[in-house]
């Protein structure tokens, strides 16, 4: 899990990942005194939705400065290992947007949340399918086996296909009662270096200042032939699985 990112950071250059979250809170549909667990609620912007239906959320994210915004909201927030819940028997639902692909041990993040649930609760997430941000990632790819000064390329995200993500919450105890496969792109506006930054976190997180430029730089100027640059603006490729699973 690589993503230490500020909460000033994220909300400069990646605040349209809550604005784009209406969908996935309309499938979790949180009801009145529901006990709801955002897992890698960020700064926190989607928990202040749920909580204001009348539901009673507790936000937890790995990432101190992201849960000490999501405090300013007035929430009830804590910082957790999310891929290690320790919670039993406790929740109605649990949700999570844009999160599940930092979380690259997925059987103990569903053992986790299956665990956490009530009989019968749902777990109601979306977050990178197999083919997000797919041309950004052979760019990626691409730079690193130009350059042994970068190091071994390895996946940013875990980002399954869905048929092998339903397998997955089946065998881990849950009746999967909608999922779905879906394209948005995505306009990065101005913080398109920054919002990139953001996203290979954990493969620059070492590189020198001027490493880090000589990878941008490259970076940027191949995503300039991959579609994601139209000569105006940059949009981003992403594609989205989105769930609501029951713990049987």
Known sequence: MENNVSASQYQNNAAFVAELGSGVLSLLAAKRDEYILDLGCGDGVLSKKIALTGAKVLAVDYNQDMVNKALERD??????????????????AVFSNAALHWMTD?????NGVHKALKTGGRFVAEFGEHDNLINIRQVLKQVHSENKLFG????????????FYKNALEDGGFKVTHIERFE???????GAVEWFQMYACGLIKN????????YINR?????????????N????????????????
């Open 152 to 163: 071994e390329y390895r996946e940013p995200c875990f980002n399954p296909k869905l048929a």
């Open 106 to 110: 997925y059987q103990c993040v569903i």
């Open 75 to 92: 929430l009830d927030a804590q910082v957790c290992d999310v891929e290690k819940l320790c919670y039993d028997n406790r929740f109605d």
């Open 233 to 248: 603006s940059w949009t981003a490729d992403f594609v989205r699985l989105r769930f609501c699973a029951i713990k049987l």
């Open 184 to 190: 948005r792109p995505t306009p990065l506006g101005e």
């Open 207 to 214: 590189f020198n200042q001027d490493t880090l430029t000589l």
């Open 219 to 231: 970076t940027m100027h191949l995503l300039k032939q991959h579609y994601v640059f139209d000569g």
